[in-house]
C-alpha cells in the first residue's frame, strides 16, 4: 500500500464487499419467505436479478434516472475509448471504469452509513472530503504511471 492508487483500489474493494455483505444480510430469509433481519429499507445490493442490477448498483431505481446513469457511463467509455486511440493508451478506459466503480460504491456505502441517522453527517462529510483528495491522487498516480 505504497501509493495512493492502490489505497483506493483497496478502499474500493472494501466498499464494495461492504455493499454486498449489507445487500446479503438484508436479502436473508426464513422459511416462511419473511425476512430474518427486518429493515423498512436495504440499501445496497440485494436481490438482484438480470431486470434490477443497474438499479440496485447504482441506486437509481427510476427508468428515467437509469437512462441518464446508462447515457453518463456509455457516453464516458466512448470518450475514453476515442482518447485511448489517439493516446495509443489504455490508461483513459482505466481511469472511466476506476471511476465508475470507485464513486457507485461510495454512492451506495454512504446511503448504507446515513441510513437510520447513527453516524453524524459531519463524520460523512470528513470521510467525503478524504475520499476526493484519495480519488485525485489516485488519478495522478494512475496518469503519471506511479500507480
Do not use: K, Q
Amino acid at each position: 500500500m505504497n501509493t495512493f492508487f492502490r489505497i483506493a483500489i483497496y478502499l474500493s474493494v472494501v466498499m464494495i464487499f461492504f455493499n454486498l455483505v449489507i445487500g446479503f444480510v438484508g436479502g436473508l430469509t426464513n422459511v416462511d419467505g419473511d425476512p430474518i433481519f427486518p429493515v423498512a429499507d436495504t440499501p445496497g445490493i440485494g436481490n438482484v436479478n438480470e431486470s434490477s442490477i443497474l438499479g440496485e448498483v447504482t441506486g437509481l431505481e427510476d427508468p428515467n434516472m437509469n437512462a441518464l446513469w446508462v447515457s453518463v457511463v456509455g457516453g464516458g467509455i466512448l470518450v475514453a475509448v476515442v482518447l485511448s486511440i489517439l493516446t495509443r493508451s489504455v490508461v483513459p478506459i482505466g481511469i472511466h471504469i476506476f471511476s465508475t466503480v470507485f464513486w457507485t460504491a461510495y454512492i451506495n456505502c454512504n446511503s448504507i452509513l446515513s441510513t437510520g441517522n447513527f453516524i453524524p453527517s459531519g463524520f460523512l462529510s470528513i470521510f467525503f472530503v478524504g475520499t476526493i483528495f484519495l480519488f485525485i491522487a489516485a488519478l495522478i498516480g494512475m496518469l503519471t504511471g506511479s500507480g
